[in-house]
Structures are given as C-alpha cells and as structure tokens.
C-alpha cells in the first residue's frame, strides 16, 4: 500500500526543516512542499543506504618510477 504524502507550507518547512527530514526518514513517507497552495517539491525518502566505497580501489606497488618505455613525442 503505498502512502498518500504529507502536504506542507514552505514556510512551515523552512522553520521545522530537520525535523520533517528526520520524520520522513523515519516513517519512509513522502513530503509535498506547497507554495501559495501549490506543490513546488517533494522530499522522498531514500530506498537503500548510500553506497560506499568500500572495496572499489586499486592498490598499485610503484606508480611513480620509472617504466622503462620509451616514449615518442614528436
């Protein structure tokens, strides 16, 4: 069942702003931000952790000697 979201003034999410990120976290229900009655944004709450990085680098042993080869640059 999904959820209907949340509807709230810009201005009631500019001052209540940590708290309404924290509750969507919370409760993995969306938020609609309304200027003058109509919808300008929607906060969603995210579906998974945010990847790392963990795992994804190379190590080399000697990147900066030199190679050996020869180079012709003209």
Do not use: Q
């Amino acid at each position: 069942m999904v959820m209907k979201p949340v509807t709230i003034s810009a201005a009631k999410f500019k001052a209540e702003c940590l708290g309404l990120l924290d509750r969507v976290a919370r409760t993995k229900r969306s938020l609609v931000i309304t200027k003058r009655g109509r919808p300008v944004a929607r906060v969603v709450p995210l579906d998974a952790a945010p990847r790392t990085l963990e795992g994804s680098v190379l190590e080399e042993d000697d990147i900066v000697s030199p190679t050996g080869a020869v180079w012709d640059a003209e």
